[in-house]
């Protein structure tokens, strides 16, 4: 059975809104989590890893005041688009690292940005 | 810094022919490689990995991986390629972090 999950899977919002998507751990607790983007038709892009009771830390080029990362618990971790725009458009998928070194994905949430 | 390069962007094989996805890694440490596989606005799924063991790694749906520190590559085969293995490949690797590099991916195109 699926091991992380999103929330939503798809989302339309119009350009200037803000749009908060969840990413849950299911069968165990993750003290880490990673967001991933991807555009179409290219590869996954590490975002930032997401520290359960601290503050994320985000990869270079990532603005860290427009992709505020919330993980709270051990077992959830929020990703908000703050005042999107079309160009925020992407695939965004989360993960959790389990034993080895191993990433189990979301199924991800694809946001379109009118 | 780790890197990744997939050789081939897109691959078209018959079915029931032999699949061969190339990967080329950079890591300053001995690395742990994975391939993943994704289908159409889904997430990823892990076909398999090497973290030093064995160097010829099994994964599922029939597909394995051989790792040659001498060459620094992670090959993806199977045998006999099947419809359903239709969908785009990614070769990873990490230096035992828990970060992860993806290379740009291959699109595994099977031909009736």
């Known amino acids: 059975g699926a091991v992380v999950s999103q929330h939503p899977s798809r989302v339309i919002c119009k350009s200037g809104t803000s749009v908060k998507i969840e990413c849950r751990s299911l069968?165990?607790?993750?003290?880490?989590m990673f967001w991933y983007r991807q555009f179409p038709k290219q590869s996954l892009m590490l975002m930032a890893t997401?520290?359960?009771?601290?503050?994320?830390?985000?990869e270079q080029g990532v603005e860290k005041d427009k992709f505020l990362i919330n993980h709270a618990s051990l077992t959830l971790s929020t990703l908000t688009v703050t005042s999107a725009h079309p160009e925020d458009s992407s695939f965004y998928i989360c993960?959790?690292?389990?034993?080895?070194?191993?990433?189990?994905f979301g199924p991800g949430t694809r946001l379109t940005v009118t | 810094a780790q890197s990744v390069t997939q050789l081939g962007s897109h691959v078209s094989v018959s079915e029931g022919a032999l699949v061969l996805l190339r990967c080329n890694y950079s890591?300053?440490?001995?690395?742990?490689l994975f391939w993943y596989v994704q289908y159409p606005n889904q997430g990823l799924q892990l076909l398999l990995k090497?973290?030093?063991?064995?160097?010829l790694v099994k994964g599922i749906n029939g597909f394995e991986a051989e790792f040659k520190k001498s060459e620094t590559s992670f090959h993806l085969t199977k045998p006999s390629a099947h419809m359903s293995d239709a969908a785009e490949y990614f070769c990873?690797?990490?230096?035992?972090?828990?970060?992860?590099?993806f290379g740009k991916g291959t699109r595994l195109h099977i031909l009736p």
């Open positions: 990873a690797v990490s230096e035992r972090d828990d970060k992860i590099i």
């Open positions: 890591s300053s440490v001995p690395p742990y």
């Open positions: 069968d165990f607790q993750a003290t880490t």
């Open positions: 090497y973290t030093s063991a064995a160097t």
């Open positions: 993960s959790v690292t389990v034993g080895d070194y191993e990433q189990y």
């Open positions: 997401s520290n359960e009771g601290s503050k994320a830390t985000y």
